[in-house]
């Protein structure tokens, strides 16, 4: 029979069963049962809503993804019509579908940087990331130097939770509770002025030496073992990392010089968050590979995909070895209803020019953190680039020792109760607003930042 009540449960039985039969990502079961997560019933505009009936301001953009709002109907009308005409079909080698091959041809036309000419679906950000990695790895088989298994990334870059992104990840807490992760991956220091093995403040001097740590590990590794270098042009859940303007070129021309394919890995950065329509355009890098997924339907629906430069489409679409076959795919790969998704949301974002208002407000806020630092003892540093944004909090400035979990929640707290959801991630409080937000709503979520910072104090 139909499951009648299955949606329509009330707020006594949600209250009285979260986080019981729910095990939520990145937290601890034990830590969720002892404070259950808030409910979050509604969307409207740049707000959500708790079961308890409090609007907030949602600074973290669902999770750095919902950059159109809540409130985006052309995405809503275009999932609701594909719904309608197919709400399935296999994208596995046979068959395809029209929204698949639009989207595909729009990211391929205009979004990415110039020479990616191709993309592969996926569900989510972690399938981009893994499928560039099994694709590095067979473009070499194909090209007859199998020797190239090892990948190369930064400390303090995430990507994404399968056992090859938690491989590349370099934050020790997504890695040691499950390894033995894929050999032959190598980590190289992340150019984070803040803290660095170096010592080294100037951000156009670190990124020398952090381009000079890549050469010598490629050096003691040996240039013909490594398939890939991957790394995120703004390093986003590291704690908003942004590399000087020199690093990402610097990287590309190390990856030439050594015949290294580049993984631009675009998940947060794509679709207008730095400000630019993808990282690596900040810099003007042009990757090998591009992975992209949250924004890509504004996260009305979970899709990703992996763009793939032309260097790498000529020699899979030239190979005659019986290596060229990819043998690796979602169910889910080129959903219709995730390409409708996307297909609306991409021209949303170009018809309101998401990447250009992601600037604007990006300087305001950038403004509004430097003066929340100079006011507030509690922030060791904050970062900026576009619409994404981090302030790093400590206990004591001189010797930079990280904020503990009761100021990190206290912060986020009052700031709730001041109106304005934010994010928590260690010792950082991350901001990925919408990128749709005005004027007004940066001044709101600095407000918020404000209540917060001055309340944590207190306590
Ligand atoms: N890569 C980057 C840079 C990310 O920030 C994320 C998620 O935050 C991922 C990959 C993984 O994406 P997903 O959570 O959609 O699997």
């Given at each position: 029979?139909?499951p009648?009540s299955l ?9 009285e069963n979260n986080?019981?039969?729910i ?13 259950p997560?808030?409910?979050i019933?509604?969307g ?5 809503t708790?079961?308890?009936g ?11 993804n919902v950059?159109l709002g809540?409130?985006c109907?052309?995405i809503?009308?275009a999932?609701a019509?594909q719904?309608d005409a197919l709400?399935?079909?296999s ?5 395809s579908?029209?929204p698949s091959i639009e989207?595909?041809?729009?990211l391929?036309e205009?979004?990415?940087p110039?020479g990616?000419?191709?993309a592969?679906?996926?569900s989510?950000?972690s399938?981009?990331v893994e ?5 590095a790895?067979q473009?070499w088989k194909i090209r ?8 190369l ?9 399968h056992?090859g992104?938690a491989?590349v990840?370099?934050?020790?807490n997504?890695r040691?509770n499950y390894e033995p992760?894929?050999?032959g991956v190598?980590h190289?220091?992340?150019p984070?002025t ?9 951000p156009?001097?670190l990124?020398?030496?952090c ?5 010598e590990?490629?050096?003691?590794q040996?240039a013909?073992?490594i398939?890939?270098f991957i790394?995120?042009p703004v390093?986003?859940?590291g704690?908003v990392i ?5 690093f990402?070129p610097m990287?590309r021309a ?7 394919l580049?993984?631009a890995?675009?998940?947060?950065t794509?679709?207008g968050?730095?400000?630019a329509w993808a990282?690596?355009r900040?810099s ?6 591009m ?5 890509i339907?504004?996260?009305y629906f979970p899709?990703?995909?992996t763009?793939?430069?032309a260097?790498v ?8 070895t ?6 690796h ?11 409708a998704a ?11 020019a998401?990447?250009e208002?992601a600037a ?14 100079a006011k507030h003892q509690l922030?060791?540093?904050v970062r900026?680039?576009g619409?994404?944004?981090?302030l ?6 001189a010797?930079k ?9 206290a912060?986020a ?5 001041a109106g304005v959801?934010l994010?928590?991630s ?5 901001l990925?607003p919408p990128?749709?937000?005005?004027a007004?709503d940066?001044a709101?979520i600095a ?7 001055a309340?944590?104090?207190a306590?």
């Open positions: 029979g139909k009648e949606p329509m449960r009330d707020i006594n039985f949600l209250t986080a019981k039969p095990w939520h990502p990145m937290a601890h079961p034990a830590e969720m049962r002892a404070t997560p808030k409910i019933m509604k409207e505009g740049v707000s959500v708790d079961a308890e409090r609007t907030v301001l949602d600074a973290v953009g669902g999770l750095w950059n809540y409130s109907d052309p809503k009308q999932m019509a719904l709400p399935y079909y994208g596995f080698r046979g068959t579908t029209g989207l595909a041809y729009e391929t205009w979004f990415a110039e990616m000419v191709r592969f679906f996926t989510g950000g399938d981009s499928t560039a990695l099994r694709l790895r473009y007859g130097q199998g020797d190239r298994t090892k990948f990334a930064l400390k303090k870059g995430y990507h994404g939770t056992f992104g491989s990840n370099g934050n020790a997504f040691r992760l894929l050999p190598f190289t220091p992340a984070w803040y803290r660095n093995p170096f010592d080294e403040t100037d156009a001097k990124a020398k030496l381009a000079r740590a890549i050469e590990e490629i050096a003691f040996g013909d073992t398939a890939a790394m995120e390093l986003g859940a704690g942004v590399p000087h303007e020199s990402m990287v190390i990856c030439h010089r050594h015949d290294i580049l993984i890995d675009e998940v947060v794509g679709f968050r730095t400000g990282g690596s900040l003007g890098v042009k990757p090998d590979f992975t992209i997924a949250k924004a339907t504004s996260g899709l990703g995909a763009l793939i430069g260097k489409a000529d020699v899979f679409e030239a190979d005659k019986s290596f060229g076959a990819i043998g795919g979602y169910t889910y790969s080129g959903h219709p209803v995730g390409c996307g297909l609306a949301a991409l021209a949303e974002t170009k018809r309101l998401l990447n208002n604007a407000r990006g300087v305001e806020l950038g403004k509004a953190l430097e003066a929340l630092k922030v060791g540093d900026y680039q619409l994404m944004a981090a790093e909090l400590v206990s004591d400035r010797a020792k990280p904020a503990d979990k009761k100021t990190m929640a912060v707290d009052a700031a709730y109760g959801m994010r928590v260690g010792n950082t409080v991350i990925s990128l749709v937000i005005s007004t940066v709101k407000e918020g930042l404000d209540v917060g910072l309340a944590a104090a306590a």
